[in-house]
């Protein structure tokens, strides 16, 4: 079963790069890493996915090393509005060969003025 | 485009009532997913489904009972609710496993 470990809580300062580090050792071969947000009150929201190496889009980037059992999400220049819980999920297979999503713990990230 | 679109937004239960939790989505998605989340705690997966007319357990499906009969639509159902059902309830759907998961804007269900 892959599982993800994240750090509980982070706290950065307005305009910093925020680095948000995942482990996930069991990730199995065919599985993705997709990164999601969630605001109080809302449901998780998409930011990045990747499988290896790194991706960038508007919003993120994301590194990936050759191992894969880590991945580091990375905002740059981080606002107030990016406060929120940040979820690092691996693809998930049982022995029926159906294939699940399931979330690690999340990391809270707190911006300050 | 609404996405995906939960009903109903709030509901209060009492202890050993029953209640069915709606789902639907509009992208023609295969896989759809049932969440509760506690109170500062992260999504815990209830159940799933990887297409019409199959569902399968995932982390915490104790309670709980599902039903996919038609594509676009995820029905959770409580056949006896309990104080420990209280939690919000987000439901999620995604083409594969491995693409991008839409959420709705939860359930906050509360059983006295």
């Known amino acids: 079963l892959a599982k993800t470990t994240q750090p509980i809580s982070m706290d950065s300062y307005e305009g910093q790069e925020v680095n948000i580090t995942c482990s996930h050792n069991n990730i199995a071969t065919n599985d993705y890493i997709t990164w999601y947000q969630q605001f109080p009150s809302q449901g998780p929201r998409f930011i990045i996915q990747?499988?290896?190496t790194k991706v960038t889009n508007e919003v993120a980037s994301l590194f990936i090393p050759a191992d894969r059992k880590s991945s580091t999400l990375s905002l740059p220049r981080v606002s107030l509005s990016d406060t929120a819980v940040y979820y690092c999920?691996?693809?998930?297979?049982?022995?029926?060969?159906?294939?699940?999503?399931?979330f690690g713990t999340g990391t809270k990230l707190q911006v300050i003025p | 485009n609404a996405g995906v679109t939960q009903t109903p937004k709030f509901r209060v239960l009492k202890t050993g009532q029953s209640m069915t939790l709606l789902c639907a989505q509009d992208m023609n998605h295969e896989y759809m997913y049932w969440y509760r989340q506690d109170p500062g705690m992260g999504l815990r997966l209830i159940h799933y489904s990887v297409g019409e007319g199959t569902t399968a357990k995932g982390e915490v499906p104790d309670g709980y009972n599902v039903s996919r009969l038609k594509k676009q639509n995820f029905l959770l159902g409580l056949e006896s609710a309990a104080p420990s059902q209280t939690s919000v309830y987000f439901c999620a759907s995604s083409i594969d496993r491995n693409t991008e998961a839409f959420f709705g804007q939860g359930t906050r269900l509360t059983v006295v």
């Open positions: 999920l691996v693809g998930d297979s049982n022995s029926g060969g159906y294939q699940k999503v399931t």
């Open positions: 990747g499988y290896k």
